[in-house]
């Protein structure tokens, strides 16, 4: 069993971008990795290189002419008309660039390892795993690859058979219910919101009776999303009695995420973090979404923080400001004039607020439904 957190990173995300114009041209897992070694939180015991996932691995679930497919674009740096079409590949949300299939190949490397490393218990952080999207024959919303799928897979090779994966990602994880879709072993809760691309994921949707869905409103704050975790995920997750926990820790939830409309605080995904640990033996947590370079890198890097019980500073050292301080978001008015609480803290204000009829509403219905 491992004893502390492992934290899997790499730094192929250093290196590499979707392009100048796509919403993942910001640096994400880079920050987060110097964030947390300039707060002296990522010791080199603490750190391991994440592997790139062979073709043979990630055959799992995706299909091998997909897969081939992936890394002939990436060799040719273009695809055919055909391949566009089919795989969904050198589109604008999934466009052709140098690490197109080795960046994706490693975060689903790295995922399917902390199954591996999970086998007898503990705690991993793949802050560049939670590519929710991804189907098994194309890329789908910026997602080359399903890591959070193979890593499930990954805990099944290893013994492991109950299997809660919790999505807290404003968007909804279409392709890891497409993964587990009837199966009584694996229970996907996800909060999203909604009518957000993909537009999936309706509160009556049930994935053949594995998944539970809310869908939330533009606004949804702090507050509303305790209520969700205290009534509804906790009573979930607890029943089930899971052998293995996944987390989904998607920043694009907070407030200042340009791509979607929710009204977070990061406190709130640190405390969702707080009340899962312990409930499962295994504990795995992934990154996904996020759009906002500030809010990820301190966001995630929180994350990593309360996995480890360690204290977030009210006031950054210096080292640590420098890391916020670098980092830019070319191209979008977020960048033009960030706050200063963005270089020199980690935590947000509290946002809370109201409980809204229609989340109350919905609550209520999927506890009746689950007679909770």
Not at 252 to 280: Q, Y
């Amino acid at each position: 069993m491992l004893h502390d957190p492992l934290f899997i990173g790499h730094d192929i995300y250093r290196l590499s971008s979707y392009g100048k114009s796509h919403p993942l041209r910001v640096p994400r897992v880079s920050s987060v990795m110097d964030l947390s070694r300039a707060l002296g939180w990522l010791p080199p015991s603490a750190f391991r290189r994440a592997p790139r996932a062979k073709p043979r691995a990630l055959e799992a679930w995706h299909h091998p002419d997909y897969i081939a497919a992936l890394v002939a674009a990436e060799q040719a740096q273009q695809v055919t008309e055909d391949t566009r079409k089919r795989h969904q590949l050198g589109t604008h949300s999934n466009p052709v660039f140098a690490e197109m299939f080795r960046r994706p190949a490693t975060s689903a490397g790295a995922s399917i390892l902390a199954g591996e490393l999970l086998a007898r218990g503990g705690q991993v952080y793949n802050p560049a795993g939670g590519t929710h999207h991804g189907m098994p024959d194309r890329a789908n919303g910026f997602c080359y690859l399903n890591d959070p799928v193979l890593a499930i897979l990954s805990l099944r090779h290893q013994g492991v058979r109950r299997v809660v994966y919790v999505d807290i990602d404003a968007h909804h994880p279409d392709g890891v219910e497409v993964g587990f879709q009837g199966d009584p072993e694996v229970l996907m809760i996800s909060i999203h919101e909604d009518n957000l691309w993909p537009r999936t994921g309706g509160v009556q949707e049930t994935a053949g009776g594995s998944a539970v869905n809310l869908p939330v409103p533009r606004g949804f704050n702090d507050s509303e999303m305790a209520l969700a975790r205290e009534a509804l995920v906790l009573p979930l997750v607890q029943r089930f009695e899971p052998e293995a926990i996944i987390l989904q820790c998607g920043a694009d939830a907070v407030v200042e995420d340009p791509l979607a409309h929710l009204a977070l605080s990061n406190n709130a995904h640190w405390a969702f973090l707080d009340h899962l640990m312990g409930v499962a033996p295994r504990l795995l947590v992934l990154g996904g979404g996020g759009y906002n370079p500030w809010s990820v890198a301190r966001l995630w890097t929180g994350i990593w923080g309360t996995l480890n019980g360690f204290d977030i500073p009210a006031l950054l050292p210096e080292p640590a400001q420098a890391v916020l301080r670098q980092l830019r978001f070319d191209g979008h008015r977020l960048g033009r004039n960030p706050p200063e609480h963005w270089f020199t803290t980690l935590r947000d204000a509290p946002r809370n607020g109201p409980i809204s009829d229609e989340v109350a509403e919905r609550i209520a219905f999927l506890q009746a439904r689950h007679q909770l």
